[in-house]
């Protein structure tokens, strides 16, 4: 046991040291990722947004103010222009995922199985052991006969549609109809 315990802690004190040293360079290489972003900002800065110059008099102040209006219409343009962009593009990404959706079916339905099980067998499945009882269903059912309604006989009787069509047509067949009904 003393030679697996001192092993063992050599084991941990390994780790141990593998964990500190991993934290070192993890942290120094947060440090130079912050520095690296840093840098990035103060070049685009100082490309994109020069220093600015406050002239002295009254009209080369009014001049910069309206070429910085300028320049913020121009930007204000863009930031539209992509807006608009981005939204007919997000348009046809919905258009498409209905499609798509469309396509494949709403819901697959998994092939059923049709299980033959009588009712007895149903009621000792749900109810265990506790089921004594045999039901027989079909026992209680009632024979029914099928009267003939006066609705069916006479739609058995028009027979073809197309004979009493040409029965009825001109004026002789609607004279017919006349008289009959009277």
């Not at 390994?14 to 972003?37: C, D, F, N, P």
């Not at 840098?39 to 020069?50: D, F, G, I, R, T």
């Not at 962009?85 to 697959?108: A, I, P, T, Y």
Request: with cysteine.
């Amino acid at each position: 046991m003393g030679d697996e315990e001192k092993r063992n802690r050599a084991i941990t004190a390994r780790r141990q040291h593998l964990k500190s040293v991993m934290l070192q360079i993890a942290a120094t290489e947060l440090e130079k990722e912050e520095s690296r972003r840093e840098s990035e900002k103060q070049n685009y800065l100082s490309e994109h947004c020069p220093p600015l110059h406050i002239p002295g008099s009254m009209s080369e102040v009014q001049e910069l103010c309206r070429q910085l209006h300028a320049k913020i219409d121009a930007a204000e343009e863009e930031k539209y222009d992509m807006e608009v962009k981005v939204q007919k593009s997000s348009k046809e990404l919905e258009d498409m995922n209905q499609k798509l959706f469309d396509l494949r079916g709403k819901f697959k339905r998994p092939p059923l199985r049709r299980v033959r099980m009588s009712a007895d067998a149903m009621l000792k499945a749900l109810l265990g052991s506790k089921h004594k009882v045999c039901m027989d269903l079909r026992a209680n059912l009632k024979q029914v006969k099928k009267e003939d309604t006066e609705k069916e006989r006479d739609l058995r009787d028009v027979g073809d549609w197309r004979k009493n069509i040409e029965e009825k047509s001109g004026m002789e067949g609607r004279k017919k109809m006349f008289e009959s009904e009277s």
